[in-house]
């Protein structure tokens, strides 16, 4: 009997075990930039939180997050245009109907759409199976419906998984996932229908909601991490290739004083733009599958 309960879904792989390999141009990391788009259920469900949570309906809270979708993702796209940074946005579908012409305007950029749930106010790792299933049914319904095809990645509101997530969002036809934050490198994953789905890294370090709502971190500092992680990184990926996201929510960075830190980090990482693959996590996991497909297991 094994001492821990295995999860079965990928065995352990040392990054010094791995074969060393380029990224697309014969780049080492992969860097990537993941704006999440969300929203939320007035006076009821989960959000994230400004101040301590009120008794519902949690104004204060409640319009800190709206703030976002009407002002912080605007500026944020400002920057992103005038840098000509490409995106993964990550919305929950109810923005579609709560924020008209949100996503519509990233869809414009080119941005690739990655599935989020149907809003951050609940969580899919809280439901039984059929509703779980259901529940992903309907976001790739809506997704084909608005964008004329289903995203081929996901993350869960809150990073929110059952056991069986990986094995129905396979079924539902996602190639990819970002809820694992277990490694560097994609990493693929056994489902129970046989068919793999590929783990892309998303960082919990660089992501501004645990690093500014919990560890309580500065503007300045939560800059200094991004070009801290970037500048280790792309030193470590010439001997072991490696991918670096950035996870960002417009009621945070957004707030001027937050995104005027953010540009400061952005211009740095821009300073190295040819010595990096600047994309989007879907463009990772192609890339990745093509030189390591699932049937071969050449790497984790």
């Not at 319009?63 to 995106?87: C, H, I, M, S, Y």
């Not at 952005?266 to 040819?274: C, K, M, S």
Request: glycine share 6%.
């Amino acid at each position: 009997m094994p001492i821990t309960r295995p999860h079965g879904r990928f065995p352990y792989s040392a990054l010094s075990d791995r074969p060393v390999f380029d990224w697309p141009n014969g780049k080492r990391l992969a860097v990537f930039i993941a704006l999440n788009i969300e929203t939320f259920s007035f006076g009821e469900g989960d959000g994230a939180t400004l101040a301590p949570k009120h008794k519902e309906p949690d104004v204060l809270n409640y319009a800190w997050r709206e703030w976002g979708n009407r002002v912080g993702v605007w500026r944020l796209k400002a920057v992103f245009d005038q840098l000509d940074v490409p995106l993964a946005v990550l919305p929950n579908t109810a923005v579609y109907e709560n924020c008209p012409g949100l996503i519509e305007a990233f869809r414009a950029r080119g941005d690739e759409i990655v599935a989020h749930g149907r809003t951050n106010s609940e969580r899919q790792g809280d439901l039984p199976e059929d509703q779980e299933r259901k529940l992903i049914e309907e976001v790739s319904e809506t997704f084909r419906r608005q964008e004329g095809r289903m995203p081929s990645g996901w993350l869960g509101p809150w990073i929110s998984q059952s056991e069986m997530t990986p094995d129905l969002l396979a079924e539902a036809g996602y190639g990819y996932l970002l809820d694992w934050c277990h490694d560097d490198q994609p990493v693929w994953m056994a489902t129970r229908s046989g068919k793999p789905i590929l783990s892309v890294p998303y960082s919990h370090e660089i992501n501004d909601i645990p690093t500014i709502t919990a560890r309580l971190a500065s503007a300045d500092e939560f800059a200094d991490m991004i070009i801290a992680q970037f500048d280790e990184m792309i030193e470590a990926a010439e001997s072991a290739p490696a991918v670096m996201s950035i996870a960002l929510h417009p009621y945070l960075v957004g707030q001027p004083y937050r995104l005027r830190a953010l540009k400061r980090a952005l211009h740095h990482i821009l300073q190295r733009r040819e010595a990096i693959w600047l994309t989007r996590p879907g463009e990772i996991a192609e890339a990745y599958a093509a030189r390591f497909p699932a049937d071969q297991r050449q790497a984790p």
